[in-house]
């Protein structure tokens, strides 16, 4: 079982940042990727970046490339989500996720989640 607690969430003008961090506890030895999600009013959950532990490969929505910058911590067992260059449409409740394989961008490629932290932009 691995826990995770995201931080870092709150309101911010558009063209703003904000940094998001997510601690992960409990068996962690298994982690191969880490990711996050979003979910914003009335839609689905839908991914946004995902880091592989050991090698630190990134993935990235379309959406987010070239403004968000996935990273992690391994001594620290932490992930990072930079968020630059904000829009009102990066306005979303913002999920950690840990998975044990090496697929990333879909729900069901992850084992753990954390509760989620609100990330609202405005204009």
């Known amino acids: 079982q691995v826990q995770l607690v995201e931080s870092g969430g709150g309101l911010v003008q558009a063209g703003g940042s904000l940094r998001l961090s997510c601690a992960a506890s409990g068996r962690t030895l298994g982690i191969v990727a880490m990711g996050w999600f979003r979910q914003g009013p009335g839609k689905l959950r839908e991914f946004v970046a995902a880091?592989?532990?050991?090698?630190?490969?990134?993935t990235y929505a379309v959406s987010v490339k070239g403004r968000f910058t996935i990273s992690r911590d391994n001594a620290k067992n932490t992930v990072y989500l930079q968020m630059n260059s904000l829009k009102p449409e990066d306005t979303a409740v913002y999920y950690c996720a840990a998975g044990r394989g090496p697929f990333v961008t879909t729900e069901a490629d992850y084992d753990s989640w954390g509760q989620g932290t609100q990330v609202t932009v405005s204009s």
């Open positions: 880091i592989t532990w050991s090698g630190g490969r990134t």
